[in-house]
């Protein structure tokens, strides 16, 4: 599986995605993995930012309005109707594109960062996708990405909850295993059984890599690592968004800071 057919799933998840999200259902990126990512974010006032993967740009929104200047893209031409419709309601100044992160439309040393919204991992070609990130940066500019935990998003997980229904340990396998486009079909665990009703579930392709296989294809692409953060929900997180419990028991996501 390649990208051009990975579009055709996302095409497909977009407008689902869309509401639902839009709604507050997305509540594992509302409730640590977003706010988690921004504490670590350098400042970017005044900066050329590319947003890669930006879906219906809920992010990227929140990207400029740190006062950075955002070009984004996604590959799903839905996802951007969607987000292009919302910047025309609710101006932020992002130029919203369609195109692949393995075949960027935009000039050597164009943007001082780069950012990947829980993208890079849902694209099969990692490699390229990391040398094109690497060519669109200036020197010195960094890319900063989040992407679920390679040690614990595995291709054999299973949730072990108590008498109480509070998850204590995850049973995780088959790390080493590669999956090229295995598809998994779900909704967002927060949406209540009324708004799920009907509604056709997520199919998206898993493109796994271990750990080490994703750093070393960063140092050998040139980058330089600069930060790493495995972001955690606290009690009042949990409180707010009781579903995000079991993400205090392990790593959900990983947050990667590279510099060129």
């Not at 929140?62 to 996604?74: E, K, P, S, W």
């Not at 292009?84 to 100044?93: A, H, N, Y």
């Not at 056709?200 to 493109?207: A, K, V």
Request: proline share 5%.
């Amino acid at each position: 599986m390649d990208h051009r057919e990975v579009r055709s799933y996302w095409d497909a998840n977009a407008d689902v995605w869309t509401e639902l999200a839009r709604a507050g259902y997305d509540t594992y990126r509302d409730g640590f993995n977003t706010p988690a990512f921004f504490e670590i974010l350098p400042d970017v006032t005044g900066l050329s930012g590319l947003d890669i993967g930006c879906g219906e740009g809920h992010n990227t929104r929140l990207l400029a309005g740190q006062g950075a200047r955002v070009t984004a893209f996604d590959i799903s031409s839905i996802f951007i109707c969607h987000a292009r419709e919302l910047e025309s309601q609710q101006t932020s100044g992002i130029d919203y594109h369609i195109a692949s992160a393995v075949e960027l439309p935009f000039a050597d040393a164009t943007f001082d960062f780069a950012t990947a919204f829980m993208s890079l991992m849902d694209i099969p070609e990692t490699d390229l996708v990391l040398a094109e990130a690497y060519r669109v940066l200036k020197p010195g500019g960094f890319l900063q990405f989040s992407i679920t935990h390679p040690c614990y998003d595995t291709p054999h997980r299973r949730k072990l909850c108590d008498k109480n229904s509070l998850t204590y340990a995850y049973e995780v396998g088959d790390y080493f295993r590669r999956l090229d486009g295995d598809v998994i079909e779900w909704l967002f665990s927060a949406a209540p059984p009324e708004v799920r009703e009907g509604l056709p579930e997520f199919r998206i392709p898993r493109f796994t890599r271990t750990l080490s296989q994703w750093l070393n294809l960063l140092l050998e692409t040139g980058f330089l690592l600069e930060r790493i953060a495995e972001p955690y929900p606290g009690d009042e997180a949990v409180s707010a968004h009781p579903n995000i419990q079991d993400a205090q028991v392990v790593a959900y996501f990983l947050h990667v800071r590279t510099r060129k």
